[in-house]
């Protein structure tokens, strides 16, 4: 699903190393966890996974597409494969929570019927079924961070990106939104979340794959074979 070959990445502006000869391979189906301190290179290996940056060097292939060859023509086909949460939710505050979810259905151009069908489901799933009416300002922060978790499902992505998704709510709230993510993840669906908080990582038992200064130091997955 997601495969990085030796993958570089220098910012020309100011000759920042900020990936350096990175290679990994997460599977489909699978749930991990990239973590690093400020400044290790997560933001920019997301944004290489987006195509939001290109590499300097190397080879990333995601969803079987190769981005270093992808026209910029199906760089939207490619982000619709992936649904993104955002530590800042994002969400459009004149919208309702049903709104704000039924609005990126709308922007793929999915037909009426099968967005009265989905939203309320996916509201459902993710517990907010009876806060379908409210608005995101009448929301706390973790309730309001399941909406962006519903918005980035409805269309049914092969890949959940979450960019530190606990970064604004409060450490209990946090716990059940890597919860719900592992319930998506058992629905089949992979899941990759970034984060600076080891104490979180750490309760979860997934795979963990650190960065830092560019590098990727560990991953836990290398230890899988070794412990049998
Ligand atoms: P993290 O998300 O782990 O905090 P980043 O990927 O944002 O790390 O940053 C890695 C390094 O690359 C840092 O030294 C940062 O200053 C630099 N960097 C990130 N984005 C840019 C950019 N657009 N232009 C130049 N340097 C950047
Ligand atoms: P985060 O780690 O939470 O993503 P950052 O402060 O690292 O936030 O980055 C915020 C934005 O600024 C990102 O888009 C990043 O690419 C960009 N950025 C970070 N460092 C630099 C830099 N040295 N020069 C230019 N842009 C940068």
């Known amino acids: 699903m997601i495969k990085f070959n030796n993958v570089s990445k220098v910012y020309d502006s100011n000759g920042v190393h900020a990936l350096d000869n990175v290679s990994l391979n997460i599977e489909k189906g ?67 929570v049903y709104e704000n979810v039924a609005f990126a259905m709308r922007c793929v151009g999915k037909r009426n019927d099968s967005i ?49 998704p606990t970064g604004n709510i409060d450490p209990e709230m946090s716990y059940e939104i890597i919860e719900l993510l592992s319930e998506i993840n058992k629905r089949g669906t992979t899941v990759l979340v970034v984060t600076h908080e080891h104490e979180l990582v750490k309760s979860f038992g997934k795979r963990v794959i650190t960065i830092d200064d560019g590098r990727v130091v560990s991953d836990s997955d290398d230890n899988r074979f070794v412990a049998i």
């Open 30 to 96: 699978e749930f991990v966890f990239i973590v690093g301190s400020s400044g290790a290179g997560k933001s920019t290996f997301l944004k290489l996974i987006m195509r939001e940056e290109m590499p300097t060097s190397g080879s990333i292939i995601i969803n079987d597409m190769h981005l270093e060859t992808l026209p910029r023509r199906k760089v939207p086909y490619l982000r619709r494969t992936m649904g993104i949460v955002f530590q800042d939710f994002r969400l459009i505050s004149k919208m309702t």
């Open 116 to 164: 009265k069908k989905r939203v309320p489901y996916i509201l459902e799933l993710v517990g907010l079924a009876d806060k379908a009416n409210d608005h995101p300002s009448e929301l706390s922060g973790g309730e309001q961070q399941r909406v962006s978790l519903a918005r980035a499902l409805v269309n049914n992505p092969a890949l959940i990106i979450a960019d530190e």
